[in-house]
Nanobody, 117 residues
């Protein structure tokens, strides 16, 4: 079992920045893919950013150049730096870790991000 605790959401004006954090209950960076998803009201949950086992990153087209996923193995923490935020980035953001070899899949509780003037 892996527990994930997210923080860092809030209300921000368009053009602003936020950094989301996801603290993991144990060190799993070498075994799990790290993901950030988001779900806006009335929409399906979508993958926003991904960090692979070897540290490669992938992003949804809508956030490329604005969002950055990173990890700190010493702190068992995954981050999502979000810059140049837009109202359409408003959603609940979820941290997820996934182990392809076993199918293990764990989720955080979600943190609300609201971009509004």
């Amino acid at each position: 079992q892996v527990q994930l605790v997210e923080s860092g959401g809030g209300l921000v004006q368009p053009g602003g920045s936020l950094r989301l954090s996801c603290v993991l209950s144990r060190s799993i960076f070498t075994f799990y893919t790290m993901n950030w998803y988001r779900q806006a009201p009335g929409k399906q949950r979508e993958l926003v950013a991904q960090r692979t086992l070897i540290g490669n990153t992938n992003y949804a087209d809508s956030v490329k150049g604005r969002f950055t996923i990173s990890g700190d193995n010493a702190k068992n923490t995954v981050y999502l730096q979000m810059n140049s935020l837009k109202p359409e980035d408003t959603a609940v953001y979820y941290c997820n870790v996934h182990r392809t070899t076993t199918g293990d899949d764990y989720w955080g509780q979600g943190t609300q991000v609201t971009v509004s003037s």
